[in-house]
């Protein structure tokens, strides 16, 4: 069994900041890509950020210049610094990371519980 663990979500102003973070933690021989997404009241899933064993990074357009994602490979944690948060950020973030659990075998999806990001006007 694979586990990821979300923390970090909450309440804040209009440009305020929040950090989230997501450790994966159970079976795991290997971690491909991590990564962010998030569901608004409303509407669909949509990708917020990506980030592959390497450091590469990808990012929505909504996010960029404000959002911030890294990863710790040691610890296999990944985060999400928000910066200059909008009420339209408002949400439940969901990390997401590919996850190789026995040697030989392909990457798996594997889904956080997700974690609630209020920004109040």
């Known amino acids: 069994q694979v586990q990821l663990v979300e923390s970090g979500g909450g309440l804040v102003q209009t440009g305020g900041s929040l950090r989230l973070s997501c450790a994966a933690s159970g079976r795991i021989v290997s971690i491909n890509t991590m990564g962010w997404y998030r569901r608004a009241p409303g509407k669909q899933r949509e990708l917020v950020a990506t980030i592959t064993t390497a450091g590469t990074t990808n990012y929505a357009d909504f996010v960029k210049g404000r959002f911030t994602i890294s990863r710790d490979n040691a610890k296999n944690t990944v985060y999400l610094q928000m910066n200059s948060l909008k009420p339209e950020d408002t949400a439940v973030y969901y990390c997401?990371?590919?996850?190789?659990?026995?040697?030989?075998?392909?990457?798996?999806?594997?889904w956080g519980q997700g974690t609630q990001v209020t920004v109040s006007s």
């Open positions: 997401n990371a590919q996850i190789r659990r026995y040697v030989g075998t392909r990457y798996e999806e594997n």
